[in-house]
């Protein structure tokens, strides 16, 4: 009798033991099994400082900004574009969607979107959108690093984070290129003063704009550098300011300038420093590194692209150049190797 009474409390013991390793076991199995993923919210922070959610990325976008349409091609996510506006044309397939109207909610609700991407002034006139549940964010980039803001912004709303951060350290990395080329050209050569009118006659930039920014780093000094936005200039005062250079944005003949009343005696119209500057390339999109070089060689006579083995430098690995600050040293010392002061000073006086 004891003998079977022991036979089976040690039955017993092994059952209990190997239930407790199948347990155990067993929760450690589950708990090694990645839990399905929840689908996170997207919360974004526009250029107004809205708030504004996603529930997932966008597949279905309006763009009523130019800038965006642009980035929204260059970040390989165009096939999301769904409609745009009448002056998206940039790239050029951007005709190819459907055109709406920035105030017809209509047909802007008609397309089904589920986000809208929109310049900060039609604000006021898109809350209908909002109050239908389309979530808006607005745009407006006043400097190159607002550039860079838009376009990550961008690219989180649309999916696209990845292509939006190599985005983003390449453009950083030709700008840095350029400062570089900037700084070495200007040991000898003076800052030519820039006067840039936009596609309204005598508008210009102030300051607090990224094409302002742009022409300082270029190597210029803009005449309208003392005022804000977007002001309307006198002939007097840009007489008075006299720019070495003048970059126009119109569709207007070289004539417009040239005969204007007493621009005769501008130094820009005297040596035909006139140029005409693709509203494309001077826009809150990636393609200002187009008209950031496109500048250089209006003040400068330089081709940036011709300068040295420009794509091989601009587009190091990130394992040969770290970061911007180092990309600029790299590009100071190729710089003055290519183009050494002496030579410069040899074409200044040729």
């Known amino acids: 009798m004891t003998t079977n009474t022991g036979k089976i409390v040690t039955v017993i013991i092994i059952a209990i033991i190997m239930l407790a390793i199948g347990f155990v076991g067993g929760y ?31 597949e279905r976008i309006v763009s009523l900004a130019t800038a965006a349409t642009r980035t929204l091609y260059d970040l390989g996510v165009f096939d999301k574009v769904v409609g745009v506006d009448k002056y998206s044309d940039d790239p050029p ?12 909610i209509e047909s802007i609700l008609a397309l ?59 453009l950083k990395t030709r700008v840095a290129y350029v400062e570089a080329l900037v700084k070495n050209l200007t040991k000898t050569m003076p800052r030519p003063k820039v006067y840039l009118e936009l596609y309204s006659p005598y508008k210009t930039v102030g300051r607090n704009t990224f094409t302002h920014q742009m022409i300082e780093l270029a190597g210029g000094i803009n005449i309208a550098g003392n005022l804000t936005g977007y002001p309307k200039l ?33 130094n820009a119209v005297k040596n035909g420093k006139i140029y005409h500057l693709d509203r494309h390339i001077a826009t809150a999109s990636p393609r200002f590194i187009e008209g950031l070089e496109f500048m250089v060689w209006a ?49 200044i006086s040729a």
């Open 93 to 104: 397939e951007a005709q190819n969607k459907t055109v709406v109207g920035t105030t017809d």
């Open 112 to 170: 089904e979107p589920d986000l809208v991407i929109s310049w900060w002034y039609y604000e006021s006139k898109l809350q209908q959108l909002e109050e239908s549940g389309v979530p808006v964010i607005y745009i407006h980039p006043t400097s190159i690093e607002g550039i860079y803001f838009d376009i990550l912004l961008i690219g989180k709303a649309a999916g696209a984070e990845e292509a939006a951060e190599n985005l983003v350290s390449d």
């Open 28 to 58: 450690y199995m589950f708990r090694g099994q990645p839990a399905e993923e929840v689908p996170k919210e997207i919360v974004l922070v526009d250029d107004l400082g809205r708030k504004v959610t996603l529930d997932k990325p966008a």
């Open 299 to 347: 003040f400068f006579g330089v081709n940036v692209s011709e300068t040295s083995s420009y794509t091989s430098l601009v587009f190091t690995s990130e394992s040969s150049v770290q970061t911007i600050t180092e990309t600029t040293h790299l590009c100071e010392v190729f710089i003055s190797w290519i183009i050494p002061e002496n030579l410069i000073a040899k074409e």
């Open 234 to 266: 006198s002939d007097e005062y840009i007489i008075e300011a006299n720019p070495d250079v003048i970059l126009y944005e119109s569709s207007l003949p070289l004539e417009n300038f040239t005969e204007r009343p007493g621009w005769d005696q501008i």
